[in-house]
């Protein structure tokens, strides 16, 4: 039977994956190709049965399957191209590609990064990192990454940041963040590798007391024109209904905490600040008043031109709030309070270094899966 088919009847009703791995371990390496291409061409149900197939095969069809991924499948690669496309190619397409895989290509991976030729070595750092997390490198390579990391921050340099959401503490006093958001093992990273762990921010691993549940990483950035800032993709979107209790709390170690979000589509936004555990002013625009505090001294007053013609039985019913103000943005809201993220350039005064940190004592940053950029 030819491998393609061979791997093809993976997807049969009632297949059996141990049956399939004892007929591919005849096949040497050939089997490697067909095995990749179906990951990259099958649907999600294809890929959960081949991943489960992985740990199955023998070590010396897992090796091919890794030295083929790498070969042919790495960023810059157009393997498995059609005309206009690039399945193969790219970081994205690899990392895509990887995601599919899982981790049961890490012992493979591993003896490659170990004893493979050098640039299938460099390759499998990238791969290993993406499938199985700092957990499944070496203690060399987490040394290396961590000295690597050491070097870009002596010449790290601002830059703009994400604007959609994220909290502000004064950098005088942002140490108090780690306890009030309940933060723990963190570790010095750059301005790079903090934002691209948004993409992987999320694990859910058997916690030291005995439960299963989300853990999450947090970064807190250098001090920004006198300000950190903290970005946690999940997190800070699951706070954005409880927005005002979170800063009280951080405000209440740091002397000031400020909350700014807008989703994806920016018909929701709020932005507020806290000061001494309390928050001081505050806009929202889904709750009912939109306002909390009276308006702050840059903020403008509202203009009621564009209500248009309202009788006085509206205004009876509904009237105005009259803490309304002009601000309703984010970014004017930042800009006044502390710093506008996508406003920060080369030449934002930047001190110390950005931090990494995690929700959940004890978990460690090695379960956490990604390729991040340094």
């Given at each position: 039977m030819e491998i393609d088919e061979l791997v093809g009847r993976l997807t049969d009703p009632g297949a059996d994956g141990a049956d399939l791995a004892a007929a591919l371990a005849g096949s040497g390496g050939a089997a490697a190709p067909a095995l990749l291409r179906a990951f990259r061409r099958g649907?999600?149900?294809?890929?959960?049965?081949?991943?489960?197939?992985?740990?199955?095969?023998?070590?010396?069809?897992?090796?091919?399957?890794?030295v083929a991924l790498l070969t042919d499948h790495h960023p810059g690669s157009t393997a498995g191209s059609t005309p206009g496309t690039a399945h193969g190619a790219g970081a994205a397409g690899f990392e895509t590609l990887l995601e599919r895989i899982g981790p049961g290509l890490v012992p493979a991976l591993q003896r490659v990064r170990a004893d493979g030729r050098p640039p299938l070595r460099r390759r499998a750092l990238h791969a290993l990192a993406a499938v199985g997390g700092a957990g499944a490198l070496s203690d060399r390579d987490r040394a290396l990454v961590e000295r690597?990391?050491?070097?870009?921050l002596t010449a790290e340099r601002p830059r703009p940041l994400p604007d959609h959401w994220w909290i502000a503490v004064p950098g005088d006093r942002y140490e108090g963040v780690f306890e009030a958001l309940g933060l723990h093992d963190r570790v010095p990273v750059t301005l790079e590798l903090g934002l691209s762990v948004r993409r992987h921010d999320t694990h859910y691993p058997d916690l030291p007391d005995g439960s299963h549940g989300a853990v999450h990483r947090v970064f807190v950035t250098p001090e920004l024109a006198g300000w950190r800032l903290v970005y946690a993709e999940t997190p800070i979107a699951e706070m954005q209904w409880w927005p005002h209790d979170t800063i009280a709390r951080i405000s209440a170690v740091c002397g000031q905490a400020q909350f700014f979000h807008r989703d994806a589509h920016g018909d929701s936004t709020i932005w507020a600040v806290a000061v001494d555990g309390r928050v001081r002013r505050g806009y929202w625009s889904d709750a009912t008043p939109e306002?909390?505090?009276?308006?702050?001294?840059?903020?403008?007053?509202?203009?009621?031109?564009?209500?248009?013609?309202?009788?006085?039985?509206a205004y009876a019913e509904e009237p105005l709030d009259p803490n309304r103000a002009a601000t309703v943005g984010i970014t004017t809201a930042a800009r006044q309070l502390s710093v506008d993220p996508a406003s920060v350039s080369a030449d934002t005064p930047m001190r110390g270094h950005g931090w990494l940190a995690v929700t959940a004592a004890g978990v460690g940053h090695g379960p956490f899966a990604g390729a991040l950029r340094i």
């Open positions: 649907g999600p149900r294809t890929a959960r049965l081949l991943t489960g197939l992985l740990p199955r095969l023998d070590d010396a069809l897992l090796n091919a399957v890794a690597l990391i050491r070097v870009k306002w909390t505090g009276a308006p702050l001294p840059w903020e403008e007053p509202a203009d009621d031109s564009d209500l248009g013609e309202l009788d006085d039985d």
